[in-house]
């Protein structure tokens, strides 16, 4: 069985940073893509950013330059850097990461998603 949990939400003041970890975990037998995803109260759940198992990244456009998504292959461990935080960030945060298990199943998993509210 495959997990993935999160952690780092929290709350913080307009302009702050947060940094967001996803660790996997369970009967891995190789993670291709990781990323973020994140849903507003009341809205979609959207995609905030991915990176490949090569390290390759691709974000949404409005968050380039504030977010970067990183990773640790032998952590089997993807990170979000947020930085000048706005109120308008607020939102439950999920990971997802693509990933074939011991049993060579392949297929997406999530986290169980982290809060991040930005407010004064």
């Known amino acids: 069985q495959v997990q993935l949990v999160e952690s780092g939400g929290g709350l913080v003041q307009p302009g702050g940073s947060l940094r967001l970890s996803c660790a996997a975990s369970?009967?891995?037998?190789?993670?291709?893509?990781m990323g973020w995803y994140r849903q507003a109260p009341g809205k979609q759940r959207d995609l905030v950013g991915i990176i490949t198992n090569s390290g390759f990244t691709n974000y949404a456009d409005s968050l380039k330059g504030r977010f970067t998504i990183s990773r640790d292959n032998a952590e089997n461990t993807v990170y979000l850097q947020m930085n000048n935080l706005k109120p308008e960030d607020t939102a439950v945060y999920y990971c997802v990461a693509n990933i074939r298990s011991a049993d060579r199943l392949r297929g997406d998993y999530w986290g169980q998603g982290t809060q991040v509210t930005v407010s004064s």
């Open positions: 369970g009967s891995i037998f190789s993670i291709y893509n």
